[in-house]
């Protein structure tokens, strides 16, 4: 039916791996082709082995799916904080390249995030419908860091009312919700469970101290410097997801929020090996990332694309929007990625597709009365419901150009 039509970006999934709630034949069921998964058993830092490569591979293509994307291979703090071994880590990292480029995995995803991935203060927020959602308020982060990591200085980033309502806040829980809030904060899963406990955090802050925003942005370049040659030569495509939130959290540095941050990344090492994952969901959480300008400008250089919308609120409160609603001008987006595709096509990049997963997705219908899984955002029918969506938006586009053309006559009359 569709192939009257243009090619649509290509549609895939997030999997966990074996260990993920949502089985392989599920995401088989939504349509999509192809998925994002990592080997997440992997300790961070070591080498990837070609042999479990395959052997992911193996599971995937029995289920009828591609790999389209790792995500991710994480970077280690030693690299992050440019302290400890660093050389043997990137040594390990590129390393880890070669064995995916060799086994046909050419895209992958990384991030640069100091200490933790994406930060949430609420894993369980109620929409009217029904559904439930993530969300972050700035009030109960502060909360986190004053009253429970006791982080020094962390009161210098709020306002005198943000100070109130966070003491208000922390006052109101009892020493179990106090407990289950931390979790929720520290406990994270960006693909295994890390379980840090408040002094692994602290630990963990230790080590950028001194480092600031342009020490981070030396390591990442060193970090580029290092594996975009090693990219570069066996074919593989870098993609770099942005901070999730786009801004400062716990006095650390963040260097890839905004269109100026992507604008340095790309002139640190210019290179097409050395791209981005256009996240809609993250850079939306800051109103002035302009996305459909942004997915513009930087196009050429997108390798990965998750599609997701928040909803800001007054009080950089944001929470995390149905598909196409929300602050994201999601027609606008995809609209821009399909004529990114064309150009690649006309071009005659052979890699022209653009691959995408509906990034998280509200837990709902059914999936609201099964025990709470590790990976908040990751259940299967809200991300089914995203894919659907975005589906539909994608068709209605090309058919659009379709109809555009056999009217063309027309407007050329009148
Ligand atoms: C959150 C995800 C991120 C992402 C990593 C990429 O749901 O988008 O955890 O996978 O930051 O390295």
């Known amino acids: 039916m569709s192939s009257h039509y243009r090619p649509l970006l290509e549609e895939s999934f997030r999997w966990y791996g074996p260990g993920d709630p949502v089985p392989l034949e599920h995401i088989r069921q939504t349509g999509a082709r192809a998925v994002f998964t990592s ?57 880890t390249l070669r064995n995916l480029a060799a086994e046909g995995v050419r895209t992958v995803v990384y991030n640069f995030m100091p200490v ?3 930060v949430r203060t609420d894993l369980r ?12 308020d700035p009030v109960k982060f502060a909360a986190f860091e004053i009253h429970a990591l006791k982080r020094p200085g962390a009161e210098d980033d709020y306002t005198a009312g943000q100070l ?3 003491q208000a806040f922390w006052n109101e829980l009892c ?11 520290t406990d994270v899963f960006p693909g295994c469970k890390l379980g840090l406990s408040l002094n692994d955090l602290r630990a963990m802050l230790a080590r950028y101290a001194d480092l600031g925003e342009a020490g981070l942005r030396a390591n990442l370049k060193r970090f580029l410097g290092h594996i975009v040659p090693v990219a570069e030569e ?20 963040r260097i890839l929020s905004t269109a100026a941050d992507v604008k340095k990344l790309f002139a640190a090492v210019d290179s097409p090996a050395n791209g981005l994952c256009f996240c809609t969901g993250s850079f939306s959480a800051r109103p002035d990332n302009d996305l459909p300008a942004m997915a513009r400008r930087f196009g050429p250089r997108i390798h990965a694309v998750h599609l997701r919308s928040t909803q800001r609120l007054p009080g950089g409160v944001f929470y995390e929007a ?19 595709q064309d ?21 709902m219908m059914d999936d609201l009365a099964k025990p709470q899984p590790d990976n908040p955002g990751y259940s299967g029918i809200g991300r089914m419901r995203g894919l659907a969506e975005l589906r539909g938006l994608m068709l209605g586009l090309r058919a659009a150009e379709t109809l555009a053309h056999a009217l063309a006559p027309e407007f050329a009359r009148a």
């Open 234 to 253: 066996v074919g593989v495509r870098l993609a770099i997801h942005p901070d999730d939130p786009p801004f400062p959290i716990l006095g650390l540095p």
């Open 116 to 118: 933790l991935d994406w």
């Open 322 to 340: 149905d598909h196409l609603a929300g602050s994201v001008d999601m027609p606008a987006v995809v609209r821009v990625l399909l004529d990114e």
């Open 125 to 136: 927020h109620k929409l009217p419908d029904g559904s439930e959602c993530l969300l972050f």
């Open 39 to 95: 080997l997440h058993q992997i300790p961070y830092g070591e080498t990837w082995p070609r042999e479990a490569i395959r052997a992911r591979l193996a599971k995937l293509q029995a289920a009828g799916l591609r790999w389209t994307a790792v995500e991710s291979v994480p970077v280690h703090e030693d690299i992050k904080t440019g302290s400890g071994d660093v050389a043997a880590k990137l040594d390990d990292y590129a390393q």
């Open 175 to 185: 020493p179990e919700e106090r407990a289950k809030f931390i979790a929720g904060l």
């Open 164 to 166: 109130d309502a966070a």
């Open 343 to 363: 150009r690649r096509v006309a071009e005659g990049r052979a890699d022209w597709q653009l691959p995408f997963r509906p990034d998280h997705g509200h837990t």
